[in-house]
């Protein structure tokens, strides 16, 4: 894990609402896999102000790339930065994601940005398998090209039906359960925690295992101040509380104890 | 002038290399940065609350930011006195740095018993005794709100215990003095101030406090000024040494601290922002004094002209 002082090399929007953020960070890219994160300290917020967690989109060389939704005050900031502006990175954190059991197709499962870190690992995956993005609209389905472009299957959902198919991401799931019944496979999921649940059920009633990515408000990122924490079960039933940042983000399925809808 | 002035101290008994510590909760059990900052560096480290029992803190969310810092109301999770001994001492122990463990419970028994415990194992320095916890329902600042209670639980630990004792005491007073002499009468070897100040954030759409908590405690730059004339004013009151926190992010702030009175200084929301924090606070401390010509930062503590 590395803390350094970053380049911004762009800081290029993919439509109204998103944006690809990508660092000369040389350390934290070599280090990288798929379902880790880097956290940022974007400049220009007041010196007080906490890290930021983003997943790791790209990691080519020297380069580490993120995937970010303008939805506050500090990724407001960090969408005015430049080409040449410098931030600070700390990375990579995390466990990130086993790359595939032999014989196990398998299949990703995004909701909206969720997407990116599993571009990171379609890219490191030895099988071709299918991956299934869900979003509100058409604008929130991103880095398509990135999987056709290595020969996955793409399938689409939007809640409003302007691209793909009319509703949830589980709505294409179910749908491919139903027709490969027999078809062994394993599920690796980012995304809203009631995606990771609807997908972590599916999982457990198929008998397959499910790698969920947790997305926990964090402050420390390196497991010190216990702000993002997760109740897991053991194998004989007790429970632990376990720290996203540290001994996560990426948990198995089968050991989350979910919380109830609210 | 000699290059390097003398930065070693002792507190209550514990020799630091420096008068630098991290803040209880904010540096884990020094495993967590380890990638980062070099704990022999420090001069001493003060690990999360410690009771008993393991203790699974409360629900999420647990914190919040706020403009000058957060709001944070964890809980005090943590791995019971068991867990600290078997899981991160000996890790502890071979950084051959001096370990502070902040130790809290639900009954003065709990308390006495805990630093009992502790007493019985190598490689502890001292014990530091939570009573301003503002985030646990029972136990933590229900044992700081008056100046008898503190006295009788100091009293209570100091049965059990040779280690130095240093109460962390509430900042939330209407005068800190009589809580401060009670301690140090009751046989505290030392004191922290101040723990984070009670506090609440509210989310307007939905009318909800923004803890599952409801309420937390405050800590960052934003309360510096209070920790400043809260140890300003302990220090006057009492004889005994003071480690004091609060919102110190450069040198400065830490400065301030000895020149008010303090002899030792932690630092603890910052290191979430930037990990390397104390060990720019300890270099910082030398260039002051080498550049106020003075030989010990003992020179400092309490110089405050005023």
Same mark, same amino acid.
């Given at each position: 894990?590395?803390?350094?002082?970053?380049?911004?090399?762009?800081?290029?929007?993919?439509?109204?609402?998103?944006?690809?953020?990508?660092?000369?960070?040389?350390?934290?890219?070599?280090?990288?896999?798929?379902?880790?994160?880097?956290?940022?300290?974007?400049?220009?917020?007041?010196?007080?102000?906490?890290?930021?967690?983003?997943?790791?989109?790209?990691?080519?060389?020297?380069r580490l790339s993120v995937l970010y939704k303008t939805v506050g005050r500090g990724t407001e900031q960090l969408s005015r930065l430049r080409a040449g502006d410098m931030l600070d990175a700390m990375g990579p954190l995390g466990n990130g994601f086993p790359l595939g059991t032999e014989g196990q197709l398998p299949i990703l499962v995004a909701g909206g940005y969720g997407v990116a870190p599993l571009a990171f690992l379609a890219r490191q995956l030895p099988t071709k398998g299918i991956v299934l993005i869900g979003g509100r609209t058409a604008d929130d389905?991103?880095?398509? %090209?990135?999987?056709?472009?290595? !020969?996955?299957?793409?399938?689409? +959902?939007?809640?409003?039906?302007? /691209?793909?198919?009319? =509703?949830?991401?589980?709505?294409?799931?179910?749908?491919?359960?139903?027709?490969?019944?027999?078809?062994?496979?394993?599920?690796?999921?980012?995304?809203?925690?009631?995606?990771?649940?609807?997908?972590?059920?599916?999982?457990?009633?198929?008998?397959?295992?499910?790698?969920?990515?947790? %997305?926990?408000?964090?402050?420390? !990122?390196?497991?010190?101040?216990? +702000?993002?924490?997760?109740?897991? /079960?053991?194998?004989? =039933?007790?429970?632990?509380?376990?720290?996203?940042?540290?001994?996560?983000?990426?948990?198995?399925?089968?050991?989350?104890?979910?919380?109830?809808?609210? | 002038?000699?290059?390097?002035?003398?930065?070693?101290?002792?507190?209550?008994?514990?020799?630091?290399?420096?008068?630098?510590?991290?803040?209880?909760?904010?540096?884990?059990?020094?495993?967590?940065?380890?990638?980062?900052?070099?704990?022999?560096?420090?001069?001493?480290?003060?690990?999360?609350?410690?009771?008993?029992?393991?203790?699974?803190?409360?629900?999420?969310?647990?914190?919040?930011?706020?403009?000058?810092?957060?709001?944070?109301?964890?809980?005090?999770?943590?791995?019971?006195?068991?867990?600290?001994?078997?899981?991160?001492?000996?890790?502890?122990?071979?950084?051959?740095?001096?370990?502070?463990?902040?130790?809290?419970?639900?009954?003065?028994?709990?308390?006495?018993?805990?630093?009992?415990?502790?007493?019985?194992?190598?490689?502890?320095?001292?014990?530091?005794?939570?009573?301003?916890?503002?985030?646990?329902?029972?136990?933590?600042?229900?044992?700081?709100?008056?100046?008898?209670?503190?006295?009788?639980?100091?009293?209570?630990?100091?049965?059990?215990?040779?280690?130095?004792?240093?109460?962390?005491?509430?900042?939330?007073?209407?005068?800190?003095?009589?809580?401060?002499?009670?301690?140090?009468?009751?046989?505290?070897?030392?004191?922290?101030?101040?723990?984070?100040?009670?506090?609440?954030?509210?989310?307007?759409?939905?009318?909800?406090?923004?803890?599952?908590?409801?309420?937390?405690?405050?800590?960052?730059?934003?309360?510096?000024?209070?920790?400043?004339?809260?140890?300003?004013?302990?220090?006057?009151?009492?004889?005994?040494?003071?480690?004091a926190m609060g919102g110190i992010t450069d040198p400065k702030q830490a400065i301030e601290f000895l020149i008010a009175g303090a002899t030792a200084v932690a630092v603890g929301t910052a290191t979430f922002i930037d990990p390397t924090t104390v060990l720019r606070v300890i270099a910082g401390i030398e260039n002051y004094l080498v550049r106020h010509q003075m030989t010990s930062v003992k020179e400092l503590t309490g110089s405050i002209k005023a």
């Amino acid at each position: 894990m590395h803390d350094l002082i970053a380049k911004v090399l762009t800081n290029e929007p993919l439509n109204a609402d998103y944006r690809c953020l990508a660092l000369d960070a040389p350390a934290i890219a070599r280090a990288a896999r798929p379902g880790q994160f880097v956290h940022l300290r974007v400049t220009g917020l007041e010196l007080s102000a906490l890290r930021r967690p983003f997943s790791i989109y790209r990691a080519e060389g020297d380069r580490l790339s993120v995937l970010y939704k303008t939805v506050g005050r500090g990724t407001e900031q960090l969408s005015r930065l430049r080409a040449g502006d410098m931030l600070d990175a700390m990375g990579p954190l995390g466990n990130g994601f086993p790359l595939g059991t032999e014989g196990q197709l398998p299949i990703l499962v995004a909701g909206g940005y969720g997407v990116a870190p599993l571009a990171f690992l379609a890219r490191q995956l030895p099988t071709k398998g299918i991956v299934l993005i869900g979003g509100r609209t058409a604008d929130d389905i991103l880095c398509t %090209d990135d999987f056709t472009s290595l !020969g996955w299957d793409v399938q689409v +959902a939007t809640l409003d039906g302007s /691209r793909g198919e009319n =509703g949830l991401v589980t709505v294409l799931l179910d749908a491919w359960l139903t027709a490969h019944a027999m078809q062994p496979a394993e599920f690796y999921v980012c995304g809203p925690y009631g995606l990771l649940r609807a997908v972590a059920e599916r999982a457990a009633h198929a008998g397959a295992r499910a790698w969920v990515s947790l %997305d926990k408000h964090m402050v420390c !990122g390196v497991g010190a101040c216990l +702000a993002c924490v997760q109740r897991l /079960r053991r194998p004989d =039933g007790s429970t632990w509380i376990a720290r996203v940042c540290r001994d996560g983000p990426v948990f198995e399925a089968g050991e989350v104890v979910w919380e109830e809808p609210k | 002038m000699s290059a390097h002035p003398d930065m070693s101290v002792e507190l209550a008994g514990i020799r630091m290399k420096n008068p630098v510590t991290v803040a209880s909760g904010t540096f884990g059990y020094g495993k967590e940065y380890t990638h980062l900052v070099d704990l022999r560096a420090l001069g001493a480290v003060t690990v999360k609350g410690i009771r008993l029992q393991p203790w699974e803190g409360n629900p999420l969310p647990r914190h919040v930011e706020v403009p000058g810092g957060m709001v944070n109301a964890i809980g005090l999770q943590g791995p019971g006195v068991d867990g600290f001994v078997r899981d991160y001492l000996p890790f502890l122990r071979e950084t051959g740095v001096p370990v502070i463990v902040n130790i809290w419970g639900t009954s003065m028994d709990e308390y006495a018993e805990v630093a009992a415990r502790l007493s019985d194992v190598e490689g502890i320095a001292g014990l530091e005794v939570n009573i301003s916890c503002p985030n646990v329902k029972e136990g933590g600042a229900s044992f700081g709100a008056d100046p008898r209670t503190v006295s009788a639980l100091v009293t209570a630990v100091r049965r059990r215990t040779r280690l130095p004792i240093i109460p962390k005491l509430a900042p939330n007073v209407p005068n800190i003095k009589p809580f401060a002499q009670a301690a140090a009468e009751a046989g505290a070897d030392a004191l922290s101030l101040i723990n984070t100040i009670p506090a609440m954030v509210i989310d307007i759409e939905t009318r909800r406090p923004v803890l599952a908590n409801k309420v937390g405690g405050l800590s960052g730059p934003a309360i510096h000024p209070v920790a400043v004339k809260l140890v300003w004013d302990a220090a006057q009151a009492v004889r005994i040494p003071i480690i004091a926190m609060g919102g110190i992010t450069d040198p400065k702030q830490a400065i301030e601290f000895l020149i008010a009175g303090a002899t030792a200084v932690a630092v603890g929301t910052a290191t979430f922002i930037d990990p390397t924090t104390v060990l720019r606070v300890i270099a910082g401390i030398e260039n002051y004094l080498v550049r106020h010509q003075m030989t010990s930062v003992k020179e400092l503590t309490g110089s405050i002209k005023a």
